[in-house]
């Protein structure tokens, strides 16, 4: 990359939050709308893989300091933990629950569902699977 590159780092840095905050968008949404943990993980992943393109790998490792393999076995723990929590209630794996509690901030009979501790789980592992692919790809080269 040219050492003059101001105006593409400017633009990566605004349009990578907007990609990363229609990340967590799609993932909220995924329950009663198309998107979920899959979809906001690959965008987010894509927010980050922007990044990538504009700064240089080190760069970025010094500011998003996470090892992502990490990330993934997170991920993992939170999707299996949500599918085996069914066989404490005698209810096949995977089954999820949901209910409605008044929240302070939320407002009333705001809906909360074991589904999206299974979707976080997801968007962990997708996120850290595509940024250790490529992570490892840039760093060959």
Known sequence: MKVNDLILKTATNVVSFIIITFSVYLF?????????????????????LLLLLAYDLKTIQSIIPFDFKKVIATGLLIAVATGVGGFFFDVP????TYGYFDLPFFGEHTALATATLFDLGVYLV?????????????ESE
């Open 28 to 48: 909220f949404t995924g329950h009663y709308t198309p998107g979920g943990g899959f979809i906001g993980g690959l965008m987010a992943s894509g927010g980050l």
């Open 93 to 96: 794996f995977l089954t999820h």
């Open 126 to 138: 997708v996120v850290g699977i595509t940024m250790t692919i490529i992570q490892t790809i840039g």
